[in-house]
């Protein structure tokens, strides 16, 4: 068994935001049981004493949600201390967090500091892409409460970077986002796009992102970063910093570049397990975590074929030149034709984001190899 990951959902679907783009809502709503509520205690230490009996060498532990602070700092504390009773020795114990900010206060920061969290920031870059879909259930903004959440988090010395989703607008104000996120100092960026409803056709929501935005998203974003660079101030951006570690013939770290499905565990607050955090749904529960054992839940991903769908490469694909650093991309954005597996959504974005880029991401490679 490899180094094991785990995301666990401690509050479920829960949230106390109404993000207009929130594909875990979206998912939950179309499940048998939306919103499983609190993770027990005893959910938390099942599932601890199987995954640090299963895992070799590491283990990560990542919370999200929904929200994942709903659960209370006091679920983390015990969570955290049923791990230092039970993992031995030899085992190198990792916990991330994804958050929206909004419940942050000195308690929450001093115990992800001290227990060596690494946060995950939800920050739409500035205010007015922010506000537009980062909203309460009151339909109020919350950029001011997540800006003051990453003040909090930089002074108690919590290690944390900022996620951002790509929506059609935000491509458009790009160049605003990325100043604005650089000159807040936010060194660790990552950029994910947005998710359509599972059942709707692509492209028909307010927040969609077409694959011509996404193109020229990723071209500018691109041209700005590497400007940076060459002004000797290097900003951390997954997405690139991936493909340049790619482009020196490691294997990506980001699930949705691996060009296959990987080994994840989502754990639902009720102990359900699914194989990944874009298919939380009926059709692909694997078990749970009380009743069953960690091999049965691996069996149970292999009946549903899940990581050998993900390895099927359609034609188009096989005979593209970018199909090194793209491998049609994460599963979950896959088109399906007639039963054949089909290109990315955002095959067209990809393939223009390559031609237009390799070049530079070539000087780049070499210009972060001598840092
Ligand atoms: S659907 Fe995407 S993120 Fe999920 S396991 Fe497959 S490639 Fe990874
Ligand atoms: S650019 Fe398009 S055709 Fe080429 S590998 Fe990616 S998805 Fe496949």
Same mark, same amino acid.
């Given at each position: 068994?490899?180094?094991?990951?785990?995301?666990?959902?401690?509050?479920?679907? *829960?949230?106390?935001?109404?993000? @207009?783009?929130?594909? $875990?809502?979206?998912?939950?709503?179309?499940?048998?049981?939306?919103?499983?509520?609190?993770?027990?205690?005893?959910? *938390?230490? @099942?599932?601890?004493? #199987?995954?640090?009996?299963?895992?070799?060498?590491?283990?990560?532990?990542?919370?999200?949600?929904?929200?994942?602070? %709903?659960?209370?700092?006091?679920?983390?504390?015990?969570?955290?201390?049923?791990?230092?009773?039970?993992?031995? *020795?030899?085992?190198?114990?990792?916990?991330?967090?994804?958050?929206?900010?909004?419940?942050?206060?000195?308690?929450?920061?001093?115990?992800?500091?001290?227990?060596?969290?690494?946060?995950?920031?939800?920050? !739409?870059?500035?205010?007015?892409?922010?506000?537009?879909?980062?909203?309460?259930?009151?339909? #109020?903004?919350?950029?001011?409460?997540?800006?003051? &959440?990453?003040?909090? %988090?930089?002074?108690?010395?919590?290690?944390?970077?900022?996620?951002?989703?790509?929506?059609?607008?935000?491509?458009?104000?790009?160049?605003?986002? +990325?100043?604005?996120?650089?000159?807040?100092?936010?060194?660790?960026?990552? $950029?994910?796009?947005?998710?359509?409803?599972?059942?709707?056709?692509? *492209?028909?929501?307010?927040?969609?992102?077409?694959?011509?935005?996404?193109?020229?998203?990723?071209?500018?974003?691109?041209?700005?970063?590497?400007?940076? %660079?060459?002004?000797?101030?290097?900003?951390?951006?997954?997405?690139? !910093?991936?493909?340049?570690?790619?482009?020196?013939?490691?294997?990506?770290?980001?699930?949705?570049?691996?060009?296959?499905?990987?080994?994840?565990?989502?754990?639902?607050? !009720?102990?359900?397990? $699914?194989?990944?955090?874009?298919?939380?749904?009926?059709?692909?529960?694997?078990?749970?975590?009380?009743?069953?054992?960690? &091999?049965?839940?691996?069996?149970?991903?292999?009946?549903?074929?899940?990581?050998?769908?993900?390895?099927?490469?359609?034609?188009?694909?096989?005979?593209?030149?970018?199909?090194?650093?793209?491998?049609?991309?994460?599963?979950?954005?896959?088109?399906?034709?007639?039963?054949?597996?089909?290109?990315?959504?955002?095959?067209?974005?990809?393939?223009?984001? +390559? @031609?237009?880029?390799?070049?530079?991401?070539?000087? &780049?490679?070499?210009?972060?190899?001598?840092?």
């Amino acid at each position: 068994m490899p180094p094991l990951s785990i995301l666990l959902k401690p509050a479920s679907s *829960g949230c106390n935001l109404r993000c @207009a783009y929130c594909f $875990y809502a979206d998912e939950a709503s179309i499940r048998t049981v939306p919103n499983y509520g609190l993770m027990p205690r005893e959910v *938390g230490h @099942a599932l601890i004493e #199987k995954a640090v009996g299963a895992a070799e060498g590491s283990i990560t532990f990542l919370f999200q949600g929904g929200e994942p602070t %709903l659960a209370g700092l006091d679920f983390y504390r015990d969570f955290v201390s049923h791990v230092k009773e039970t993992a031995p *020795g030899g085992l190198a114990v990792q916990y991330a967090i994804q958050t929206n900010g909004t419940l942050l206060d000195g308690d929450w920061c001093r115990f992800f500091q001290e227990n060596r969290f690494l946060v995950g920031l939800s920050l !739409d870059g500035n205010r007015v892409c922010h506000d537009r879909f980062r909203r309460d259930g009151t339909g #109020k903004g919350t950029y001011d409460r997540v800006i003051k &959440a990453a003040r909090l %988090l930089e002074e108690t010395g919590v290690e944390y970077n900022v996620l951002t989703v790509v929506t059609g607008h935000l491509a458009k104000h790009i160049q605003s986002v +990325f100043s604005t996120l650089c000159k807040g100092g936010f060194r660790f960026q990552q $950029y994910i796009p947005c998710l359509d409803p599972l059942e709707e056709t692509r *492209g028909g929501q307010g927040y969609s992102l077409s694959p011509e935005q996404y193109e020229s998203f990723l071209k500018t974003l691109f041209d700005l970063w590497y400007r940076e %660079l060459q002004q000797g101030r290097y900003w951390s951006i997954r997405y690139f !910093d991936n493909l340049v570690w790619m482009l020196d013939g490691h294997a990506p770290e980001q699930c949705s570049m691996r060009g296959y499905c990987g080994l994840q565990y989502l754990v639902e607050a !009720d102990g359900s397990v $699914y194989p990944c955090d874009f298919y939380g749904l009926d059709q692909y529960r694997l078990g749970n975590i009380l009743s069953n054992s960690w &091999a049965e839940l691996d069996r149970g991903r292999e009946e549903l074929g899940f990581v050998e769908m993900s390895l099927r490469v359609p034609e188009e694909c096989k005979n593209c030149q970018w199909y090194p650093l793209c491998r049609n991309g994460c599963r979950r954005d896959r088109t399906v034709e007639e039963d054949r597996p089909g290109r990315n959504y955002y095959c067209r974005a990809y393939a223009g984001f +390559f @031609a237009y880029a390799l070049p530079r991401l070539r000087q &780049a490679q070499s210009m972060l190899r001598s840092r």
